[in-house]
Each structure stands twice: as C-alpha cells, then as structure tokens.
C-alpha cells in the first residue's frame, strides 16, 4: 500500500455523542461488516468486550483496517468517558489525523473539550462531523459557534444540512453544490444525487462564498478567480482546504445522523479527502540514545526499525497483543527486533492486522502503518522498538496519576498468586491503573481514574480471569510532596561481611509544583564509574514511591546531586543506593513536606429548574464554582472540588434534580492538604 493511500484516524467525541455509532456505519458502508450492529442491543462490532455491550459505552480504544475507493484506512475508536482518558491519550498519540463528533443537540460536552486538548497538545489534524442532526433541538451553526467559542478553532462547514429534527433529509455539499439524500430502504446505501431546489439556492450560495472567502485568504490564485467572479475548479478547492486542514488552519464541518444512516459516505470521502497520510504529517521526534541528541524519524520504509507500542492487550492464547505504530523501516515475522528503552532483544512471531477482536495475518508491517505484534514478552505502553545500530527512543506517553483507591483481597488464599498475576496483566494493559502492598495493614490496593474505572476493571478480573475477590470502600489516592528547598549531604559507611563499604553524597531537593519528580546529577564522571551513577539514580527514582511521613507516592520534587565523594577502594553501587535513598529520606524531611490532595475538574449538566440546587450540592462538598454555562435545554455547571468529599456524589445530584442531572469528573490537580491525614 502507497503511504499517499493511508489513512490513520481516530474517532473521538464526550460519551454518547455517537462515535462507535458512526464507526459501525463506516465499517458497512466500505464493506468491512455485513450488518450494522448498535450498540443499543450490545451488538456494535467495536464495543467487542462483554461489558462494553452490557453497558453500553466504549472502554477499550479498538483497532480496525478498512478499504475506500483504493484507501487503506487504520481506524481507532477511542472511549468517550472521562474515566478511560488513557485510551484516548494512546490513540492520539500514534494517528495521523481526527474526526471529531459532536452531538447537534449538546455541542461541545465536557469530555470533547478533554479529547480536543489532547488532539491540539499532539498536533492532530481533524474534521468535525455533527451527529444527530435529527434530534430534537439539533443545531449544526450552534455546534460550529460552540467549537469556535471554546477551542478559539476556525469552522468551516463544507455541508450544510437539508432540514432539521424530524424534518432533516440530507446534505448540501458545498464544494459540489449539490443536494444529497440517502435512501432509507437499504439503510442509507444508495445516494441520491439531485440540484439544490431553488428554495435553498440563496443559503447555499450564502454558505459557499463564505467558504470560499476563508479559504482564499490562504491562496492568492483562488482570492484572484474569486474576485473577477470566475468558476474555480473543484480539485483546487478540494487541494487547498487539504492543506489548510492539515496545517490545522481550519477545522471542515460537516453533518448527518449516523443512526439514521444519512450522510456517512460523504464522511469517508472526507477522511480521504482532507485528513493526511503517514508521510504529509510533521517526521516522529526521537531521542538517539548514543549521540545524545533528538532526531527526526522520518516515515520511509526503506529506514531504519522504529515502532511505538501504544497498547497492550492481554489474550488467553496468544498472551500479549503488542499494538504498534510503524515510524520507519519493515517488520516481518521471525524477525528479531530491539527493545530501546530496555536494551534488550526480542522476537517478533506474527504480525497482525485487528478488526477488533479478529484478526488476519501480514507478511510485512511498513512504516506508516498499525498492527499488532505477538511474541514480544518484556514489551510495555510507550516501548520503543528499533535497531541496535540506530537505539531512536521515541517520545514516551504521558498519563494521568490515579487518584482514587480500594483495597482488594481475593476470596481464598490459594487465589492470591493469580491476583496478583491478573493485576499484573491489567496494569501491564492500562498505565493509569496501579496495585500496591501496603505496609502497614498489608492489604492489597488498586488505585485507577474514577469509580467506573476500577468497578471495570474489578468486573474483568472476575468474569475474563475467573479470580474472586473482595473489594473495600473507595478510597482517596493521596501525595507527598515538599515545600521547601534543602541541601542535605549523607555518608554511608557500614562494615558488610568484614569489609567496609562506604558512599557519600550531597543532594539539593526542591519544589517542583505541576511539573512531577525530576532528576538532575550536576556531578561531571570524572574517574566515577557509570555504574555508581546508575545505582544514584536508582536508590532515589525507588524513593519516590515510597513516600516521606505517609507512605504515598511523591510528586512535584526536583532532586539534584551536587556532589558524590567516591572511593575506590571503599565504595560500591550498592553502597551508593543505600545512602541515597537515606539521603532522600533526610532532605524531604528536613524540606518541610505536606500531604497533598486531588482536586477534580466537576462538570454538571442540569435542567434550568434544578441548577441551584445543583449548584449548593457541589459547595456543601468544599467545591467552588468556576463558571456556569447556558445551553437551550441545560446548564452547565463548571467547579473543582476534593476528590475525598465526591463520593456518593451521584446519589445526593440524582435526588434533589429528580434524576434529571448528571455529572463528570477528571482529576485536575493535587493541592496541600491542611491538617495531614486527621480531618475528612
């Protein structure tokens, strides 16, 4: 496959505004499935896994290759719930493009502002497609404004809609200028082509020159055939709202109802159309680990090995379903391939191409392309693969700390090793779930991104992994962290088996605040060796999880070694890690530590009648509001407040609105707790 013929696209959108709706749809339209599934009967091909089915939203980003008028195109349909942020975030790292749903009715949700930073923080071009234009109280220009308002976007609608609510029937298409429609008998296959009726000449007219006027200002050849009043010529129209699209200029609109089957072909077109293959996006920046320098990955098949692995899956036969994107170079099976962050060796056994949960074998993965790797054992989230001879570590993922906790502990002892082993694979699949021992009660504690997120993640372990377990109450994931700046140097010096070991060194600790733990030696190798330098690091990343006063994990530090007195008669790496982790110890505690918790962003979605009430539940928690947002039919409420007083939020909303309201919730930050662990 040509790389100019591929297309790597997301679907994202907030929950429920139809994204695995309008993937079932592409999917039986270029053939790759011969029934729409919905996801209302549990029967959508994507929403493979019991649970998706049974609850009706999406979890596990899936994978899928389909074919479009000669097009490969690599689809990933991302969850649209906040508590799955990390499936997002993996997926828009590794595609080259976006199209965003959003609901005609709601607009702009709270988890499609979410997704869209992600997508603008990873650079991804995207279209947008409003679903649900035949709901009632559907505005397509409202949903363009909405995006303009709060994203600072630039919309441009290349269709605009035939009717709305009940009487939507169909698209304009405003670079054709003609009127579609889609015959509902063979759900929506045949398109019917026809003029625009001579009652909406003058709105597509309208509409047209305002696309034109926006698209002129970037090419000086259709301002001038737009000004003398000449025809100018679809490719050329269709060529540059490509490249502005790609350049993230502008963000083309367009619209249908994806339950209803009207106006997905021309979604297909699009995607081809205006979002970019692997080779017309900015090369991969990765770091080569023996220059020491960043470099460029460009996308050719003829370079050198470089992959992401951006999921891990677990499967009962073929163990772990590596997901890879492809940079550079060829993978075929048998091959050997380097693992760049782990420095070690593994071989590749099959390369898969998924359609969710099925598969069909490839003789050669290419660059540009995704597909899913077996046999590779040490292989986790954000791994690097490449080649010896050119070790590119491509940029990692960055995920959101989990912020809430329950402990599990399984229902016989004989069932505790194959917890363990299951929680193991689970954390191995998904990076913002952790499971720890704690040392002081000996429990066993999950910790994930919200109640949903583990209550998914509990139901797994005992439906696909047949473990049973007891869960506790939830509860707060909390921090460590210092306030002050500290020196502080420490001297090992212990007599081990009859010889004496000894180690020194001098740390600076400081604040780090939103930033996370970092780690700097000022120390030039001299006549150390690297091994010494090694063991430092160790002993001090190893504190990190360890915590200060509490035992929680630390966050926002800044350690920096200033000074190591090495002996080499003397002094080992083991020696070295053990003063280090003491001398961490010391400084944080000489740097004034406080106990950090997590705030959360909250957003409420209520009817007009009930907001004030809404609005005094959220400020008896501790929360403040920050905004409130009017919409036709609800208003938004935006406020942050600490995770430990959220609990049973739901049941207290859902009680004073009638029911009527709802609530999301994603961690925002971490801030000091007063009073240590003693009040809540």
């Keep these: 496959m040509q790389l100019n013929k591929m297309r790597n696209i997301g679907i994202m959108a907030h929950i429920d505004a139809g994204k695995t709706t309008t993937t079932e749809r592409i999917l039986y339209y270029t053939g790759k499935i011969h029934r729409i599934g919905e996801i209302d009967d549990g029967a959508a091909t994507m929403d493979w896994m019991t649970q998706e089915q049974e609850r009706g939203i999406t979890i596990q980003s899936a994978a899928t290759t389909t074919y479009w008028k000669d097009y490969q195109i690599n689809i990933i349909d991302t969850p649209g719930h906040v508590d799955f942020t990390a499936e997002v975030e993996r997926s828009l790292r590794v595609l080259d493009g976006a199209v965003a749903v959003l609901c005609a009715v709601g607009g702009v949700q709270p988890q499609t502002e979410t997704v869209w930073k992600q997508a603008d923080e990873y650079h991804v071009p995207r279209i947008c497609f409003v679903n649900k234009m035949d709901r009632a109280g559907a505005d397509y220009f409202a949903a363009m404004q909405d995006v303009k308002v709060k994203f600072g976007a630039n919309p441009v609608p290349l269709q605009i809609p035939i009717g709305s609510e009940s009487a939507f029937e169909g698209v304009i298409d405003l670079v054709k200028m003609k009127e579609y429609r889609f015959d509902p008998k063979d759900d929506g296959e045949t398109i019917i082509e026809s003029e625009i009726s001579y009652n909406r000449q003058a709105l597509a007219q309208e509409w047209q020159e305002k696309l034109i006027d926006e698209i002129a200002t970037g090419n000086d050849e259709i301002a001038d055939l737009f000004l003398n009043g000449e025809d100018i010529p679809e490719e050329m129209l269709k060529a540059e709202i490509r490249r502005q699209t790609i350049a993230q200029e502008i963000i083309p609109f367009f619209c249908g109802s994806a339950r209803k089957n009207t106006a997905i072909q021309p979604l297909i077109d699009a995607i081809i159309d205006y979002l970019p293959a692997p080779n017309e996006v900015p090369a991969a920046i990765g770091f080569h680990t023996k220059k020491e320098e960043k470099v ?60 969710a949960n099925k598969t069909e074998p490839m003789d050669c993965l290419e660059a540009g392309d995704i597909a899913v790797i077996i046999g590779l054992k040490l292989a986790q989230t954000g791994d690097t693969l490449g080649s010896e001879g050119m070790p590119i570590l491509l940029e990692d993922l960055n995920f959101p700390e989990p ?20 929680l193991e694979i689970l954390s191995k699949e998904d990076p913002t779930f952790t499971s720890r021992d704690d040392a002081e009660t000996g429990q066993l504690i999950i910790s994930g991104m919200g109640e949903l997120h583990l209550d998914v993640l509990v139901t797994r372990m005992k439906d696909d992994f047949k473990v049973a377990a007891r869960v506790g109450a939830p509860q707060v994931t909390y921090r460590e962290s210092v306030t002050a700046e500290c020196e502080h140097t420490e001297v090992y010096d212990k007599v081990i088996g009859g010889k004496q070991v000894t180690a020194g060194l001098t740390l600076h600790i400081a604040p780090n605040t939103g930033a996370g733990n970092t780690y700097t030696c000022n120390v030039k ?75 959360m962003n909250v957003t409420i979605l209520s009817p007009k009648e009930f907001v004030g ?68």
């Excluded at 005094?616 to 509001?625: C, P, V």
């Excluded at 935006?638 to 859902?654: E, I, V």
């Design 296 to 355: 460029e990955v460009p996308c050719d098949s003829n370079g050198p090995l470089s992959g992401l692995v951006f999921k891990i899956q677990y499967d009962r036969e073929a163990g772990s379903l590596c997901y890879v994107r492809l940079y550079s170079g060829k993978l075929k099976p048998g091959e050997q391939i380097y693992n760049v962050g782990k420095k070690k060796r593994e071989r590749v056994n099959r390369v898969l191409r998924m359609h």
């Design 403 to 422: 912020v809430i906790s329950v402990a599990i502990e399984p229902d016989t002892i004989s069932d505790r090793d194959k917890l363990k082993e299951t």
């Design 525 to 599: 190798k001299n006549n150390i060796p690297g091994e010494i330098f090694d063991a430092i690091q160790s002993g001090i990343t190893n504190s990190f999880g360890s915590g200060i006063q509490y035992g929680y994990l630390c966050t926002d530090i800044a350690v920096t070694v200033t000074d190591i007195q090495y002996d080499e008669l003397t002094s080992t790496p083991f020696a070295f890690e053990a003063c280090s982790v003491q001398a961490f110890d010391a400084a944080c505690n000489k740097a004034d530590p406080k106990l950090l918790e997590p705030v």
């Design 613 to 680: 009430d809404a609005m005094s539940q959220i400020t008896q928690r501790g929360g403040l509001i920050q905004s409130l947002d009017s919409k036709p039919s609800t208003e938004v409420v935006h406020a942050q407040a600490p995770m430990a007083k959220m609990f049973g939020f739901s049941t207290s909303l859902r009680s004073v609105t009638q029911g009527r309201a709802s609530f999301s919730m994603e961690f925002s930050h971490f801030q000091v707790k007063e009073g240590g662990l003693g009040n809540y």
